[in-house]
């Protein structure tokens, strides 16, 4: 059972928008600490996809974005391709873990 | 920019240990906080522990504590984690991770991954 908690899947038709959540706890996303995002695509390593929230990294196209609210956070992307198949993973900082933790993970369909 | 290579897939027996290591390219190793982030197969992402550059010490998640020892050598840029006391539930991909360079926290974003070792543990 992963601290931060994911829809295992969610799917979308080619140009639509899907949102993917993040619920954490009053120890980790609750607490104030930042929420970041990161897309696995098939036998391939993860990539930082968002950080602190709402930041992109530079290469990442702007269809991706973050926001955090209270204990949750959302990644949503908008004009949904074929090429964003793939894990969407959340991290954040757990105070009483003391240590990052991950949520368990969702794979996003594309239709 | 950074590149992480790590090294190859390995085989070990239950009770065996083995030991990953990581290369750094484009930076030095001392510019860097590196940490550890394992996946075993068809499961999500488990953080194992990350280098605390203020401290100078490697902070460890619970799960894995004294059984997991991450070292490097600045002399080589090149990063260590191994995990001892193996049992069939270590059997994953094994990534180094690290944060971005001039960060002040040693916990957050890691910005650029290694390509991930495969650690199968089977009798």
């Known amino acids: 059972q992963s601290v931060l908690t994911q829809p295992p899947s969610v799917s979308g038709a080619p140009g639509q928008r899907v949102t993917i959540s993040c619920t954490g706890s009053s120890s980790n996303i609750g607490a104030g600490y930042d929420v970041h995002w990161y897309q696995q695509l098939p036998g391939t390593a993860p990539k930082l996809l968002i950080y602190g929230n709402s930041n992109r990294p530079s290469g990442v196209p702007d269809r991706f974005s973050g926001s955090k609210s209270g204990t ?6 908008s004009g949904l391709q074929a090429e964003d198949e793939a894990d969407y993973y959340c991290q954040s900082y757990d105070s009483s873990l003391s240590g990052s933790v991950f949520g368990g993970g969702t794979k996003l369909t594309v239709l | 920019q950074v590149q992480l290579v790590q090294s190859g897939a390995e085989v070990k027996k239950p009770g ?26 068809g499961k999500g992402l488990e953080w194992m522990g990350g280098f605390d550059p203020e401290d100078g010490e490697t902070i460890y998640a619970q799960k894995f504590q004294g059984r997991v020892t991450m070292t490097e050598d600045t002399s080589t840029d090149t990063a260590y984690m191994e995990l001892s006391s193996l049992r069939s539930e270590d059997t994953a ?4 991770a690290h944060r971005p360079r001039g960060s ?3 916990f957050g974003e890691l910005s650029n991954w290694g390509q991930g070792t495969l650690v199968t543990v089977s009798s």
């Not at chain 1, 949750?72 to 992307?77: E, F, T």
């Not at chain 2, 991909?93 to 180094?96: D, E």
């Open chain 2, 16 to 41: 065996a240990s083995v030991k990953v290591s990581c290369k750094v390219s484009g930076y030095t190793l001392t510019e860097l906080s590196m940490h550890w982030v394992r996946q075993a197969p």
């Open chain 2, 93 to 96: 991909v094994y990534y180094c």
């Open chain 1, 72 to 77: 949750s956070a959302s990644l949503a992307i």
């Open chain 2, 104 to 106: 002040l926290l040693w």
